[in-house]
């Protein structure tokens, strides 16, 4: 939530705007991409913010290429997201077990 509140522009405005080099260049959207995806995890307002200025496929494409795997945030993003996952399909187990 600091991403995207504040004085105008906020935080997340100004990552979005940043040169074309820092989506273009590996070694600048390897630190950029990550922190865009960390900053719009599990936030639609955020994600509807990056929108404005940029498509969310460059992240997911980013997030899926093998080039980010080795980039720590990238490894904590995905765990988190396979955790979730593994909690949503324990859940919907339970749910059906019961029934």
Do not use: W, Y
Not at 36 to 61: V, W
């Amino acid at each position: 939530m600091v991403m995207q509140k504040g004085n105008m522009p906020t935080v997340l405005q100004q990552l979005v705007t940043l040169p074309f080099s820092h989506f273009s260049e590996p070694l600048l959207s390897a630190v950029l991409f990550p922190t865009l995806l960390a900053c719009c995890r599990d936030n639609l307002e955020t994600r509807a913010i990056l929108e404005e200025e940029m498509s969310f496929q460059i992240l997911e494409d980013f997030l899926k290429s093998e080039s980010s795997r080795g980039i720590h945030l990238v490894r904590v993003l995905l765990a988190t997201e396979d955790e979730a996952a593994s909690v949503r399909s324990a859940d919907t187990a339970s749910v059906a077990s019961s029934s």
